[in-house]
């Protein structure tokens, strides 16, 4: 079993910039590939972005590439999505997961975080 904690989230204006943070408790943080999607009202989770175990590798949607970055510290059982350059758009619940393999479909995760919430002004 493990444990999410999502942290970070907040308002920011256009342009700004936010770091989310997701503490993992419990089984070994090092086990597993950590993904972030978010959810505005009334819409589906839609994927933001993964990485791996190791942080060999990391995934990207299409409307976060060049400006969101994903990391880890399993040091600190810790995974970041550091947001660059906001916008209005990027409004939303933001929820990290934990599963066997870094994926874009959420189904793929076990564990998920209860989400911190991004409002960016225009």
């Known amino acids: 079993q493990v444990q999410l904690v999502e942290s970070g989230g907040g308002l920011v204006q256009a342009g700004g910039s936010l770091r989310l943070s997701c503490a993992a408790f419990?089984?070994?943080?090092?086990?597993?590939?950590m993904g972030w999607f978010r959810q505005a009202p009334g819409k589906e989770r839609k994927f933001v972005a993964a990485?791996?175990?190791?942080?060999?590798?990391?995934y990207y949607a299409d409307s976060v590439k060049g400006r969101f970055t994903i990391s880890r510290d399993n040091a600190k059982n810790t995974v970041y999505l550091q947001m660059n350059s906001l916008k209005p758009e990027d409004t939303a619940n933001y929820y990290c997961a934990a599963g066997p393999w870094a994926s874009g479909n959420s189904r793929q995760y076990d564990y998920w975080g209860q989400g911190t919430q991004v409002t960016v002004s225009s």
């Open positions: 990485i791996s175990w190791n942080a060999a590798s990391t």
């Open positions: 419990g089984r070994t943080f090092g086990d597993y590939a």
